[in-house]
Each structure stands twice: as structure tokens, then as C-alpha cells.
């Protein structure tokens, strides 16, 4: 700590000293100590700031991916066309639906039946009797007339309220009103059987008897040359996964041509979001390697966590798409026993037998790799345990596995282990058409990728989607190294930033309070030696004048 020099001036002036100014120099030189304290701690908040900014960043590209690894997201979604939207139109297509081109001829729409009583004149007339109505095979109900509902609107009222599975209502033309019957359910099944023994008391007890206008009819249609009906004209999964609307039938000779496509348009912009948004988490990272425009180092220049990132990153990047993998186990000390065969292609069939130096699931990976078969074995551990998964030497079909494992942990109750084949033939990026540029950053071909999604469009959804994917595996990635897992590399960092700023602060605050209270002292005491100071030439006035009264002498003259 440095020192404070005061000066009082003469001390025989009378002026005295500027107190708050001393006091001021004094504190100044207290809280000096703070200096590297708070120096301290803005470095942590501007780290703080970088971290945050790079955990939006992990989490924008993991939504990207979520996209892709979802199974119900943007590689489940289908496009589909119809060549005569006069006869039918397209609806919808599930995630069940299979790309591809289907012939469908409408022979006729389906019809719901409907019918209506005999008009009256006076719609306010006084009506008596009961009518019978039948939906399809159901069961008849009749409906009688009484004091509370003998018009054509309280017969109407009492049938709807009836839940007979029609819905009547009252239509009024020139001609007078009637009651109209419309069956609740469309075609051959909904068709309505209705007897009528109601009569217009107002009206000499004329009959009013019942006329049907439609009968209820199935649609008629043949999908890729099969014969099938719908009752409605909204027909679901005559194509599998497929939902389209019947609008007329088509003309003599007529075909209606239905295209269900995949949704490869959706796809290259999901995976080209994936790929800006990874390169402004690298460029954000590589950015923090340098200095800022004033020449200081950035907030995570020389950051354990920062390389740490970069590690994972790459390596997630580098991680190769597994043709297929064994039953996960719990303990990987666990003793396995049995063997494991192995074909590439069209290669010949190898076998690795385990003995007592390669029984765990990390000696059968050794033995595997030492095996030169041509397939590469890793460990991957999960929330469900550790398994082994294999990953061709041979991209494409040419490099298919067929992989017959008779493996048991005998640990574990000799539970077998099987084998579990992937989907995807994709071995890693470069096959998407997505390479990495020299500063780490990424670069898609879009032509490579769309060529990819119409020659193998099921690859690229077990390359995102299948166990122990390159998908699965980079989204696991992500979360463990962003901020949304409590156990993510960046969020450790700021909790343990958090905690050392914690400590800071206390001590700033601790500090600022002692400072305080020495202040309020110092100004306390310092006003006291100013008084006095200030008071000393009166008092010597008066010694010198008591002085003179007894000697007689003016010290003060001459």
C-alpha cells in the first residue's frame, strides 16, 4: 500500500487544511486494493458475455439438428401432387407415406343419405303422429308428436335432440316448408329408412309423407388397378400414409396420376441451416484465439474450455456413422464370452473368438480391430450403458456388413448379446456432401446432397436418425457441451465463474464497508485537528495579550 503525505500549511495561518480533499487522497489509497479484485472480475463478466453468446450459438445448431433427428420432423415430411385436381386432390402424407408414383381411377364419389316429408303450406301448423327413422343397420327410434313440439320446428327440435345420427332441419321455398332428414354418416352404411305416419292436423290431417332425394352411396375407385370403396369422399390410407379429397369422377379412359415425393427441399435447408450455424459457432470460437481491435487478448484467449470445445467439436464432426451395434451392457468389466463374424461386402466371412485376454467388450474391440476384417470397432457410452458399434471400411452398399454374433455376458446371467443393424449405408459427412474448410468451418454441396437425397433418401434418415447415428451422436455432442445440460462443459464454466465472482464480490463488498467506516473516522477526526488548527492564532492573541498586561511589553511591536 502506498502512503498518503499531509500538509497542513503554517500552522500558525489559521486557514487550516481541505479536509475532504485529504480525506479523499487517503481513501483513494485504500481502495486500491480492490483494483485487482474488480480487474478480476471484469475479466470473469467478459468471459461470461462470450460464453452466453456461444451457448445461444450451441443451442441454435442443436435445434437445427433436432430437426433432422426427429422423427417426426422435416425427414418424415412428404410432398405429393395430383395430375387432375378437378377429380382429386392431395390433403396430407404422414411420415408412413412411401415416395413414389400411384394410379387412381374414381368411378363414382360416395353420397350421404338424405330425404324430406311432404310440404306444408303454413309452417305454423299443428301437426300429430310419429316418425320412424333408421341410420344403415342401426336401430330404429321413433319420435312422437306431443303438446310441446307439434310444428315442423319442434318436430325437428325433438329428432335432433333424439341422437339419432341425422340432423333435421326446416327448409322453406314458395312452395311451403318441410322438414329435410341428412344421415350423419356419408355412404351405403348411413343410409336412412324412414316411415312417417305424421298428418297436418291444421290442415284437413293431410299426409305428410316421406321422400327420399339421395341414397347413400360408397365411393367407387380403383388405387395402382385394385378395386376399393370409401364411404367418404375424404379417403385415408388407400395409399399408405396418404389422405386425398374426391371431387368428381374421372373422365371415360381418365387416370389420375398421384405423386408422393420426398420433402428434399425441406431437407437441404434444414441441413444447410446446421451447416451456417456450426460455422458461426466456429468462427466465434476461432475468434476468442486472438486479440480485439485494441490489441488485448480476447475474454477466452488461452481457455481450457475453449480448446476443450474445439476438441469436441472436431471430434464430433470426424465421427464415423456406425453400420450397426451389440445390446448395450451395464459394466464394461463385465466377462463375455462366444464369438463374432464378420462380412464386408461380398468379402469373405471372418470370425473373432474371445479368450481369457480379450473377454470385455473392450478386448472384443481390440480383437476386432487387430483382426484386420476391414470395419473399425468403437465403444459408445449412454444413459443405457456401453456398446460396441461397427463402422464399415467401404462406403456404400459395397460395404454393407453382415454381422452374426453369438456373444453372452456371462456376468450377467450369460444374457446374449445381440447384433443390431443400422439402416444408413452413409459412413460420414463427406458422403452429404459437406466438407471442412481448413479454418474448421464447413461448406455444403448442395448438388452432391440433392443427388444423395434422390438416389438414397432412407441413408440420409438412418444417417440422422438410427441408434448411435452420427446424428444421435453429434446432437449428444451438443448437449454436453452447451449450456442446457447442467453438466455441459460451458455451463461447468459459468458455474465456476460464477462462484469465483461470487467470492469477489463479497470481498469488494467487505472491503467497501471498512473503507467506509475508516472514512466517516478519518473526516470525523480530521475536522477535529482542522478546528484546532483553525483556532490557534486567536489563542496566541490572546496569550500575547495577557502577556502584555503583565509585563507591560507588546511582543507583537517592532
Given at each position: 500500500m502506498g502512503t498518503v503525505g499531509l500538509s497542513f500549511g503554517s500552522p500558525m495561518g489559521g486557514t487550516g487544511f481541505d479536509v475532504s480533499a485529504t480525506v479523499a487522497s487517503i481513501v483513494s489509497n485504500?481502495?486500491?486494493?480492490?483494483?485487482?479484485?474488480?480487474?478480476?472480475?471484469?475479466?470473469?463478466?467478459?468471459?461470461?458475455?462470450?460464453?452466453?453468446?456461444?451457448?445461444?450459438?450451441?443451442?441454435?445448431?442443436?435445434?437445427?439438428?433436432?430437426?433432422?433427428?426427429?422423427?417426426?420432423?422435416?425427414?418424415?415430411?412428404?410432398?405429393?401432387?395430383?395430375?387432375?385436381?378437378?377429380?382429386?386432390?392431395?390433403?396430407?402424407?404422414?411420415?408412413?407415406?412411401?415416395?413414389?408414383?400411384?394410379?387412381?381411377?374414381?368411378?363414382?364419389?360416395?353420397q350421404t343419405s338424405s330425404g324430406y316429408l311432404t310440404p306444408v303450406t303454413n309452417s305454423s301448423d299443428t301437426l300429430s303422429g310419429s316418425i320412424t327413422i333408421q341410420v344403415g343397420s342401426g336401430t330404429a327410434q321413433t319420435v312422437t308428436l306431443g303438446s310441446s313440439n307439434n310444428t315442423l320446428s319442434g318436430l325437428a327440435a325433438a329428432i335432433n335432440s333424439a341422437s339419432i345420427g341425422v340432423t333435421a332441419s326446416v327448409l322453406t321455398d314458395s312452395s311451403g316448408s318441410r322438414l329435410s332428414l341428412v344421415s350423419g354418416t356419408s355412404g351405403a352404411n348411413g343410409n336412412l329408412g324412414v316411415t312417417s305416419s305424421i298428418t297436418d292436423t291444421s290442415n284437413a290431417n293431410a299426409s305428410l309423407s316421406y321422400t327420399s332425394a339421395v341414397t347413400g352411396t360408397d365411393a367407387s375407385l380403383t388405387v395402382d388397378g385394385i378395386n376399393l370403396t370409401?364411404?367418404?369422399?375424404?379417403?385415408?390410407?388407400?395409399?399408405?400414409?396418404?389422405?386425398?379429397?374426391?371431387?368428381?369422377?374421372?373422365?371415360?379412359?381418365?387416370?389420375?396420376?398421384?405423386?408422393i415425393g420426398n420433402y428434399n427441399t425441406g431437407v437441404e435447408s434444414a441441413i444447410n441451416s446446421m451447416v451456417t450455424d456450426y460455422n458461426s459457432l466456429i468462427s466465434a470460437i476461432n475468434t476468442q484465439e486472438g486479440n480485439d481491435s485494441s490489441g488485448n487478448s480476447e475474454p477466452l484467449y488461452g481457455s481450457p474450455t475453449l480448446s476443450l470445445l474445439q476438441q469436441q467439436l472436431l471430434g464430433g464432426l470426424n465421427t464415423q456413422n456406425p453400420n450397426g451395434y451389440l445390446d448395450a451392457i451395464t459394466n464394461t468389466s463385465d466377462t463375455l464370452s462366444g464369438s463374432i463374424t464378420i462380412q464386408v461386402g461380398s468379402g469373405t466371412a471372418q470370425t473373432v473368438t474371445l479368450n481369457s485376454t480379450d473377454n470385455t467388450i473392450s478386448g472384443l474391440a481390440s480383437a476386432i480391430n487387430a483382426a484386420n476384417i476391414g470395419v473399425t470397432a468403437n465403444l459408445v457410452t449412454d444413459s443405457a450403458?456401453?456398446?460396441?458399434?461397427?463402422?464399415?471400411?467401404?462406403?456404400?452398399?459395397?460395404?454393407?456388413?453382415?454381422?452374426?454374433?453369438?456373444?453372452?455376458?456371462?456376468?450377467?446371467?450369460?444374457?446374449?448379446?445381440?447384433?443390431?443393424?443400422?439402416?444408413?449405408?452413409?459412413?460420414?459427412?463427406?458422403?452429404?456432401?459437406?466438407?471442412?474448410?481448413?479454418?474448421?468451418?464447413?461448406?455444403?454441396?448442395?448438388?452432391?446432397?440433392?443427388?444423395?437425397?434422390?438416389?438414397?433418401?432412407?441413408?440420409?434418415?438412418?444417417?440422422?436418425?438410427?441408434?448411435?447415428?452420427?446424428?444421435?451422436?453429434?446432437?449428444?455432442?451438443?448437449?454436453?457441451?452447451?449450456?442446457?445440460?447442467?453438466?455441459?462443459?460451458?455451463?461447468?464454466?459459468?458455474?465456476?465463474?460464477?462462484?469465483?465472482?461470487?467470492?469477489?464480490?463479497?470481498?469488494?463488498?467487505?472491503?467497501?464497508?471498512?473503507?467506509?467506516?475508516?472514512?466517516?473516522?478519518?473526516?470525523?477526526?480530521?475536522?477535529?485537528?482542522?478546528?484546532?488548527?483553525?483556532?490557534?492564532?486567536?489563542?496566541?492573541?490572546?496569550?500575547?495579550?495577557?502577556?502584555?498586561?503583565?509585563t507591560g511589553y507588546n511582543p507583537n511591536k517592532g
Open positions: 485504500l481502495q486500491s486494493v480492490e483494483t485487482p479484485w474488480k480487474n478480476q472480475l471484469a475479466s470473469l463478466e467478459s468471459q461470461d458475455a462470450v460464453m452466453s453468446n456461444l451457448g445461444s450459438l450451441f443451442s441454435n445448431l442443436s435445434n437445427d439438428l433436432s430437426q433432422l433427428t426427429d422423427f417426426q420432423g422435416v425427414l418424415a415430411q412428404k410432398t405429393g401432387s395430383s395430375s387432375d385436381t378437378n377429380v382429386l386432390e392431395l390433403t396430407a402424407a404422414t411420415s408412413t407415406a412411401t415416395a413414389g408414383t400411384h394410379t387412381v381411377v374414381v368411378n363414382n364419389l360416395a370409401s364411404a367418404s369422399n375424404t379417403v385415408t390410407n388407400l395409399i399408405p400414409g396418404v389422405t386425398f379429397q374426391l371431387l368428381a369422377p374421372s373422365a371415360t379412359g381418365s387416370q389420375v396420376q398421384v405423386v450403458g456401453t456398446r460396441l458399434t461397427l463402422v464399415s471400411g467401404t462406403a456404400g452398399s459395397s460395404g454393407a456388413l453382415t454381422v452374426t454374433a453369438a456373444l453372452t455376458d456371462v456376468t450377467n446371467s450369460n444374457t446374449a448379446l445381440n447384433y443390431n443393424a443400422n439402416s444408413s449405408d452413409i459412413s460420414g459427412l463427406t458422403s452429404l456432401g459437406i466438407s471442412v474448410n481448413n479454418d474448421g468451418s464447413l461448406n455444403l454441396n448442395t448438388t452432391s446432397l440433392d443427388s444423395l437425397l434422390n438416389s438414397d433418401f432412407s441413408g440420409v434418415v438412418g444417417f440422422f436418425q438410427d441408434a448411435n447415428s452420427w446424428g444421435m451422436t453429434f446432437s449428444n455432442m451438443l448437449t454436453n457441451a452447451g449450456t442446457t445440460s447442467s453438466t455441459g462443459v460451458l455451463k461447468l464454466a459459468e458455474n465456476a465463474n460464477s462462484t469465483v465472482e461470487s467470492n469477489l464480490n463479497a470481498d469488494i463488498s467487505r472491503e467497501g464497508s471498512m473503507i467506509s467506516v475508516q472514512q466517516k473516522l478519518l473526516t470525523a477526526e480530521l475536522n477535529s485537528a482542522n478546528e484546532i488548527l483553525q483556532a490557534l492564532p486567536a489563542q496566541l492573541n490572546s496569550v500575547n495579550e495577557i502577556y502584555s498586561a503583565m
